[in-house]
């Protein structure tokens, strides 16, 4: 089951059943098995504990193969874990990032190039861009202490309904949330994905970083950014500390 | 219990419990067992492994009496299979469906056919119409990759009341939705089963594609659709893979 | 524990505890037991399935004694039945009747009688109105194949308060939903009972219809009439096929 | 663990765990000794069967001491009973209750007395009011048939915000409210119970009455008063039986 | 995990799973171990017993290292105890708090002061400040009688939206809010622990106290604040008593 652009996605929480644990020992070799199988078959998966009892234990994994995807989880089934949460969306480009001709005219205003000057700067941005894209529909999951996960909507309720807006409205708004993220960038890494029509909420947003400090400050910042203030809507919030898979199980007990 | 009009439609979502499943081998079999009954007695059942943890395992099973649905549901019952979710609705025809006059009017004034050109082209919508509502309160379910689930209800609060709009504004706003929804014949199969009265929302949707980005898709531009950005209240998203049903009950265990 | 008007009615809804139903095999017969141990002291009860998850079974019990009625929903709780649902309320009269004063002003601006035919026709109202309260505050459950159940409040929030409105006005909104009712006579008997205090909701609304059609329509219809348009707040719907006791415990597998 | 004002009070809800009942032949006995050892020790309790499924039994207990209130809730975690709700608050005295100024305004101008007269009846007011006061912060409970128990809270939303008005409007709307209560004076005792700060909603409220028709007029009126129709939000609704303690167990099959 | 700045905060609730804990005697002993050796590395943590039934037992952890914390709640997860709840945050600073600037103009302006003597109050001043803020980054718990915790957000819906005020208008208020707390020393210590990004709402408030009604009367007190008023959306709130931890669960019968 290929999507035909982006991979699926499955954050999956989970708590440990003791008693069912406790009569079997070989459960955190097969979970360890069981991300290493789906790694060996050109897919990704992050290991986290959980702070706090919403779950014990979170995996994020991601790739190109639904099926694929599901066969992992019915894997994990199978161990002495009682799901919690989970959420289902698929890697997706934005609407709103800036076009070609978006960079043309700013160039020629904000930095005041033409000609030749003009076409080199739209090689490089082109480039630059062809990059950031391919980031966001095949990520490739960088290894940070922390993660952040909760899933969002844009609000629809009177007087603020963000489907109701005019698309020129809208994507002035995600460029200042844009532009907030991008203070953060080397603190945070941000990953959103697409869930409408398929769990809950609209998207499902994964943040990644080192400090801890970084996962609320972001939030925190972007929360005065009018496009949250006035439009976003918060799912619940799940925080954890990313392991090596054999770690993250071995503290949880399994 | 056979409904006046229209077809019974239920949609079942279970979890496996996996204790039980390791005491009883034959589970599976009577699972797809159940399946093949329902549908020698004339009735038919999509199965489906769910992504996610709201529910490992789904049916979609709809036909001419309730009686005999109730059966189907009451044989899963005795599978080691909690229910995690479900949804009771009826098929029916749309009250916003064009008419026999609106369609006069629409060839006269958009395409300038009168006398026996507009009559002939009435005759072929007439037909067209009939085999459209025949669908609509008699599907016959097609095979698909991939299943979307969902209720929804119109919203009922100031200033976006939709049961205080007069009839006409209703079917205009109605309209724009089905034009959206055409631009994915082929893509998507949609159904639209009403539920007002018998279950929690008013309406359940379901989705079915080759492609689960269509899932995707279709529900976000209908968002910004006025029926939908004004007057759609949305319950829980569900996403599955169809399978056989033997395959489907092999993939989470049983 | 006699109220001092109406009667006490039950809405009691169950899962079947499968484990525990193996291992008793006699509680279906203690559950119709149960049941008719209630009518022979002089209450009512109404046993059906339920479709889809809510509930397997479902009971509506009725009677002058509340506390004959706990003894009902204890004798229940011995057999292997998890209660899903409840809803506790009491038969009681509508505030918003027509009075005699308003049929005479009817009789003679309407109808333009006067004098002795006003009178006649005045003592048959007040015997068809003596019949109707009667029905409504001990009413006898006529046997119907399905059931629909659902508690429901009226709106408390600006600009939709229905407690801020003059008592004129909610009698004439009252007047229009009544006149949607009795168009259904026949296909639908409704009993509205009385829960403000006593249980979530403000009152609960029972529909007893042959054709589940009729469950949805007058629900459906009723939606766009004013007093539900703008004040109706509405609780889970549950629907039922009825059936002798006997046949509903078997078809639950108990 | 006394407080500096005000007693402590627990509304305590539980379902019958019926497996291990059936092995604990004593628990029925063990929860009436609780209840008889917390009144020994200077506290009260009403036990109840509850009507529905909400809870099998519950219990109001209330006294000086939270330190003893919990270990009396520790006791109960002993029998076989599984916690389904509890609510947790401090008697207190009503900030809007009229004071001597009050009093002394309304004798001047509604009874027109003045100088000796005015200073008799004043007499008087005070003891009543003391008695009054004394009743809501150290009460009696009276045994009556029936309990409600809801608890509830003051709107804070736009426009509807109790907590925007000056204290001289909210004297004036709980003057309403309480001219509705003392219309019920004989028919209902109530009690309302602070819990701002200690549990999710700001007061617990308490009725009891002999006659289960009182608790839903109450109700029911007060839901037109001002206050209630634009400020009052309301939690959970029990309704429970009032038993002797060993009747109450007898009657869940403890 | 060390954040780069405050300290990690968990607030972890539990029900003691009565049928494992008389399987496990020795239950207790590791569960004030657990809390020994978390004191022991540096960390802190109160033990209480939780009025009503939303918990038995409750624990609030704080301290540098959040895989410490981590690794003190799985400790915890091996006893006999069901979490019911938690809440996840970390110490911060107020982005609102009075800065040099403030205080040098509020010197000026209320007291008159100038030159010399507003440097020496200014030194005073700055030495008071750091001492709070301190406090507020890495607090030494007090040992009071009674907890209370809940969690809470700013509102974000229109007219009442806090992320739509400009920054001094957050401030002003804030500085009443301030004002009214401040009004409580002595009587209540209050710690504000920062949750947006990490739960599912953006602070965490726990206030410890002697007396329970101290803990009623502020939040009822600041409820009238413009802030709460208009501003203030609470979560549940959980009410404790706070023992040794060897009392605590000799209290709940571990």
Known sequence: MIPSEGWGVLHLFYEVDRDAAERDPNAGKRVVDAVASLEADGHQALAFVVLGHKADL?????????????????????????????????????????????????????????????????????????????????????????????????????????????????????GGHARVGRTYAGRIVQLITGSTGLDDWEWGVTLLADDPVALKDIVMEMRFDEVSARFGEFGPFYTGLVLDPADAVARVGL
């Open 58 to 174: 979170g995996f994020m994994a991601l790739g190109p193969d639904l099926a694929r995807l599901q066969r992992f989880q019915q894997e994990l089934r199978t161990a002495p874990l009682r799901p919690t949460y989970s959420y289902v969306s698929l890697t997706e480009l934005s609407e709103y990032t800036s076009t070609e001709d978006d960079e043309r005219a700013r160039l020629r205003t904000e930095e005041g190039v033409e000609g030749d000057e003009l076409e080199a700067k739209l090689v490089v941005w082109r480039d630059r861009m062809a990059h950031y894209q391919e980031h966001r529909i095949h990520p490739q999951l960088p290894r940070k202490a922390c993660i952040g996960f909760y899933p969002m909507s844009k609000r629809r309720v009177a007087p603020d309904n963000w489907y109701e807006l005019a698309f020129a409205d809208r994507k002035r708004l995600m």
